[in-house]
């Protein structure tokens, strides 16, 4: 049974930091692509950063390539998203899904496997 759970969500200051896991299971985590999505209340879905299998290339939304950074474990099945620098406008559930695309990650409707979500809320 395939399962991606987030963890590592919740309340924090404006200029805070919080790290995310996506802990996978139950299928070849090596060979897939792991994408961050967030969502808004009220705002459509959105990519946040992705890493690939392979060779583990990441991609970032231009807004958060200098304060936000994924890396993937593929020991541990899980991967990670550091969130530095924390604005109000970060605040969203933010998502992890998994590809089995190789070598990249960005072609976003190839995301078949979801978790539920973390929440992440910024505020003072």
């Known amino acids: 049974q395939v399962q991606l759970v987030e963890s590592g969500g919740g309340l924090v200051q404006p200029g805070g930091s919080l790290r995310l896991s996506c802990a996978a299971s139950?299928?070849?985590?090596?060979?897939?692509?792991i994408a961050w999505f967030r969502q808004a209340p009220g705002k459509e879905r959105e990519g946040v950063s992705c890493?690939?299998?392979?060779?583990?290339?990441?991609y970032y939304a231009d807004s958060l390539k200098d304060r936000f950074t994924i890396s993937r474990d593929n020991a541990k099945n899980t991967v990670y998203l550091q969130m530095n620098s924390l604005k109000p406008e970060n605040t969203a559930v933010y998502y992890c899904a998994a590809a089995a695309i190789w070598g990249t990650c960005t072609v976003l409707d190839r995301y078949d496997y979801w978790g539920q979500g973390t929440q992440v809320t910024v505020s003072s």
């Open positions: 139950g299928f070849a985590f090596d060979f897939y692509a």
């Open positions: 890493i690939s299998s392979g060779d583990g290339t990441v």
